[in-house]
Structure formats: structure tokens, C-alpha cells
T-cell receptor
């Protein structure tokens, strides 16, 4: 079954600290993996997109990793800021019979405290 | 990346009524996607809307309940018909323009049915 699981479900950290969010997937055939940030009451905003051959991709203080062998990805946030408080969603796409399907994880809700 | 204007941003509706949500994109796109995000849940694809053809609905969603229009390559509407409290969700439209960051989402419509 094609699934995307994220952990932890929620996380509270102090401003300035680093954190790592996990995403495990069983999607096949794999096309790409994306991380999104969703502020409360807003639409998701793309942070990174990674294909099968990419291991690491950075976007400012956000660094995503991908291990296609173990089907795991992580999103590392460096020097967290209050504005990082949001839900982070991992999305894996599969390409099958000429169409793309997108499988969404349930997200990690991050709270950054002053 | 594309910019999507989605409205209304929120609404409170009486059960049994209908609400039409609009999405306007600042560039032409082939496919537009409509998602639902129930409280505390991840995004679920409702349907894919191509210009000039009937929308393609995912399992569990039907045209009578969620009619979609796609009159041109920059605009789409989703109607939530005969609403019940179970329809209270965030509804999001999205597109996948060319580029490296994949999906772009509208800011969402927070619907509360009373």
C-alpha cells in the first residue's frame, strides 16, 4: 500500500535550536519527494523537491535529505525561528500508467517557543 | 512559480446550502487540483480539473456533491453542495506549473457548516 508516515506528530522546541523531522514512505514507483510548510489556516508552501538521484537539498535554513534505498527522508531546520511554527508535510509522488499520484503525509506540527 | 488567488478565505454556512470557491491563477496551467483538509488531517485530493473536459474525481467524491468548473486555463471553481457539518474543512486548489518546486497551493478556504 502506498503510504507516507511522518514523525514526530508534533514537536516543541526553543527558538534558536535545531530540529529534524522524519518521513518514511512505501510509495512505488517513486517519482519525487517534496516537503511543504503549512502555516495555520493557509495553503502549503513548497520548501524542497527531491528526485531519486538527489541525496540532499537545501533552501535557506531548511535541509532535506533523501535515502531512496531505505525510503526515508528528513527535513532539518537550523537555528529555528518563531516563524518556523507550522505544520510540515511530506508528499511523495508516484508515476504510473502515464499519470502522477501524490500521497500526502499527515504532517509534523512544529511549535517554536521564545 | 505561479500565484494563486483563492476566495473566499473563510465562510460560515448553513447546512443544506451551497458554497462556490474560486481559484484564479496568474498563468495558464493545464491541470488544476482541488483538495480537502479536514481538521487535524492531511490533504485529500477531491478531483483534477482540466480545461474543456469533465473533472476527474477521486474515490469517495462525486460530481453531484462537488461540481467543478474549468472554463479556461487560469480559472476554476469548486462548489460544495447541500452542505452538512461533516463538510467543515479547509478546501485548497493547486496547480503544478513548470519549474522545480512542484505544486503551488492557494491560501485555502476555511469552511464551517452550522
Amino acid at each position: 500500500k502506498n503510504q507516507v508516515e511522518q514523525s514526530p506528530q508534533s514537536l516543541i522546541i526553543l527558538e534558536g535550536k535545531n530540529c529534524t523531522l522524519q518521513c518514511n514512505y512505501t510509495v512505488s514507483p517513486f517519482s519525487n519527494l517534496r516537503w511543504y510548510k503549512q502555516d495555520t489556516g493557509r495553503g502549503p508552501v513548497s520548501l524542497t523537491i527531491m528526485t531519486f538521484s538527489e541525496n540532499t537539498k537545501s533552501n535557506g535554513r531548511y535541509t532535506a535529505t533523501l535515502d531512496a534505498d531505505t525510503k526515508q527522508s528528513s527535513l532539518h531546520i537550523t537555528a529555528s525561528q518563531l516563524s518556523d511554527s507550522a505544520s510540515y508535510i511530506c508528499v511523495v509522488s508516484r508515476y504510473n500508467s502515464g499519470t502522477y499520484k501524490y500521497i500526502f503525509g499527515t504532517g509534523t506540527r512544529l511549535k517554536v517557543l521564545a | 512559480s505561479a500565484v494563486i488567488s483563492q476566495k473566499p478565505s473563510r465562510d460560515i454556512c448553513q447546512r443544506g446550502t451551497s458554497l462556490t470557491i474560486q481559484c484564479q491563477v496568474d498563468s495558464q496551467v493545464t491541470m488544476m487540483f482541488w483538495y480537502r483538509q479536514q481538521p487535524g488531517q492531511s490533504l485529500t485530493l477531491i478531483a483534477t480539473a482540466n480545461q474543456g473536459s469533465e473533472a476527474t474525481y477521486e474515490s469517495g467524491f462525486v460530481i453531484d456533491k462537488f461540481p467543478i468548473s474549468r472554463p479556461n486555463l487560469t480559472f476554476s471553481t469548486l462548489t460544495v453542495s447541500n452542505m452538512s457539518p461533516e463538510d467543515s474543512s479547509i478546501y485548497l486548489c493547486s496547480v503544478e506549473p513548470t519549474g522545480s518546486y512542484g505544486y503551488t497551493f492557494g491560501s485555502g478556504t476555511r469552511l464551517t457548516v452550522v
